[in-house]
């Protein structure tokens, strides 16, 4: 049981690269999220999917696109990289509940330099 | 704008004493949760308390919520080197589903 896992752990791009942040989670949770975390800020959502087939804005979804490939797996495409969008990334799985605010289970997390 | 904010934002303790660090909130939760993040890791759940709970304790682990002042605490009791990390707060906003606000978080060292 890998719990959820992020691929690459580590990326540098030029200015005006593409790449596509891989995550996958083998709990059958419902919910998966993507966060980036910079120095002073805590972590702020970029987007996420609620169920299979959704995607929803998070806090800061410029720049980003997302695809929910399916139940396990929630991809993060930076069409054309920025150095604002150095950071690190994390990919987050939970159950999906009626009461809301269910617990999450992070991976590794990817660090991406933009140049 | 942070919807959680702990303070204080760095802590550093001896082997044994105890930790205690506060979030602060705005607006109407269905439950906060506190998680750890060891140094290049990703985070780790600790413990969820609903917004109808008071306190909840869990291991060396203590949280209060007090929902008329919008805050909570951790207290990490007899702290160890091991607990050397950070440690976030994050809300579930009231109508917000299960996305959970995340605090700037506090740095805790406990030195030996």
């Known amino acids: 049981n890998a719990g959820v896992t992020q691929t690459p752990k580590f990326q540098v791009l030029k200015t005006g690269q593409s790449m596509t942040l891989q995550c996958a989670q083998d709990m059958n949770h419902n919910s998966m999220y993507w966060y980036r975390q910079d120095p002073g800020m805590g972590l702020r959502l970029i987007y996420y999917s609620a169920s299979e087939g959704t995607t929803d804005k998070g806090e800061v979804p410029n720049g980003y696109n997302v695809s929910r490939l399916n139940k396990r797996e929630f991809s993060l495409r930076l069409e054309s990289a920025a150095p604002s969008q150095t950071s690190v990334y994390f990919c987050?799985?939970?159950?999906?509940?009626?009461?809301?605010?269910?617990?999450?289970?992070f991976g590794p997390g990817t660090r991406l330099l933009v140049l | 704008s942070q919807q959680g904010e702990e303070d204080p934002q760095a802590l550093s303790i001896q082997e044994g004493e105890n930790a205690t660090m506060n979030c602060s909130y705005k607006?109407?939760?269905?439950?906060l949760q506190w998680y750890r993040q060891n140094s290049g890791r990703g985070l780790v759940h600790l413990i969820l308390i609903r917004s109808n709970e008071r306190e909840k304790h869990s291991g060396r682990l203590r949280v209060t919520l007090d929902t008329s002042k919008k805050s909570s605490s951790l207290l990490i009791t007899a702290s160890r080197a091991a607990d050397t990390a950070s440690y976030f707060c994050a809300t579930a906003l009231t109508g917000g589903g299960n996305k959970l606000t995340f605090g700037t978080g506090t740095q805790l060292k406990v030195e030996l």
């Open positions: 987050a799985s939970s159950d999906w509940g009626l009461a809301g605010g269910e617990t999450q289970y």
């Open positions: 607006t109407s939760i269905n439950n």
